[in-house]
């Protein structure tokens, strides 16, 4: 009996220790690439020793992956970029609200979902850029003004099939109605200077090698591209600065619908949140924090403030399927 005893004495530290294993550890899936993640969850990792695994893919098969695996999931935690994604990772019911004053006291509500399903992490402005040889700053002004006549065969976009270019528009509808933003989506497509690009980077370069004058892209596109060439003959300008201002999205996160160890991603995504975090994010991708007290990096803050259009960024998922049509009806391609 004594034996048998001291085996299951045995038997149940060695399952409590397992037990603590595991909530000593975070499985993420990840829709952004390794270099621009791994640094974050190893600071988290020497910070608290709480080990983060992480699987990268594209937003769609992780999502995918999570309704399948349902309860049986592994991961605790979904990461991915823009706005409009995180809503259909909401709506497909793969994540949880996880409410935490930490992050309340972070992150902008209009960063973050209003169920608290997801939270921003790190910005992006999805802005106009414009050759600084054949272009002057004050003949820029609205996004909406890239459809007038005087842009014809000067413009350039990238194509309407990624979800960023879908979320710009979205915003657009929500401030103009369809109507209005169909007619102004037109325009911009009258004035292409040449076929949609696959990638905002090549757009770039379509710029500074002459290939057309202006177009609209992600920021930190343009930080890595300028940091790989600072004789880069192109540069930022912020539009809508006298009414809405200037359409910014994020990259994010929420906690999964059945994460294993949900407390534990609670932690891992409100010291995402805190200034460490923020500004490593800011640093490895050249984008804005989601967190409003922390500074963006020096190359960022060297292209000047700007003001940023206030509404949700969850209307870039409410209105993505309306946004999507509309492009497909103005000849988007």
Known sequence: MKARNALFAAFTLSTLATAVQAADEVVVYSARIDELIKPVFDAYTAKTGVKVKFITDKEAPLIARLKAEGANTPADMLITVDAGNLWQAEQAGVLQPTESEVIDANIPAQYRSSTDSWTGLSLRARTIFYSTERVKPQELSTYEALADKNWEGRLCLRTSKKVYNQSLTATLIEAHGAEKTEEIIKGWVNNLATDVFADDTALLQAIDAGQCDVGITNTYYYGRLHK????????????????????????????????????????????????????????????????????????????????ADTVATEVAGKRQAEATMLMDRAGWQ
């Open 228 to 307: 790989q060439n600072p004789a880069l003959k192109v540069k930022p300008f912020w539009p809508n600065q006298n009414d809405r201002g200037v359409h910014v999205n994020l990259a994010g996160a929420g906690v999964t619908q059945h994460a294993p160890h949900a407390e534990a991603a609670r932690k891992l995504l409100e010291w995402m949140t805190t200034a460490e975090a923020q500004s490593l994010f800011a640093d490895i991708n050249q984008e804005y924090p989601a967190n409003p007290a922390v500074q963006p990096s020096a190359e960022v803050a060297s292209w000047g403030a700007f003001k």
